[in-house]
């Protein structure tokens, strides 16, 4: 499941690429041609040996891309308007947003760049009913298991479908939220 975490600090991702292939895969280098000998035997010629593919993935199956940190993916924080839907909220202008996984929550960044160790105020608007019930999160920091419950946020706030929230996490890093509401999940 992908997920579209908020970043808390920014982090460097470095791909090495595989020495002597090209982008198809194949070998750019070429086996040696044969040389004449005056052997009394003379040696087969040398081809080159065709890129194999491994046993495990079947030869029409599209290259496959090297997997990518969430935190560094393009547009995890947004500058632009918010979604439509949420104008029954009246998000501030101006301010940046980061989307849930599935499109069913916004947050809105009242403390941009968010920071570890303190209070981050995050507006979180939602697009299905709350019906009265509490936005339950989780924070998980990428990459590990390491990951704790934050304090329920009731849902006594409006206009609209909105949780006004403070979001701290310990240390610095990528950290996943995982929101619930009224049988309602999305991550961020």
Known sequence: MRRYPVALSMAALSLIPLAGCTADGTSSKTAPSAVSSSSPTPSPPTTPIPATTPTTTPATAPPTTPPTDPCMAA????????PAWTAAARPPAGMRWV???????????????LKSAQDNKILWIVKLPRDGAPLQMRATLFGTRDSFALTPVPPDSGPGEIYPSMVPVPTPGCWILTMAWNGHQDSV
């Open 75 to 82: 547009g995890t924080v947004n500058s632009t308007p918010p």
């Open 99 to 113: 989307a849930g996984e599935h499109g069913l929550v916004v947050g809105m960044l009242f403390a941009d760049p």
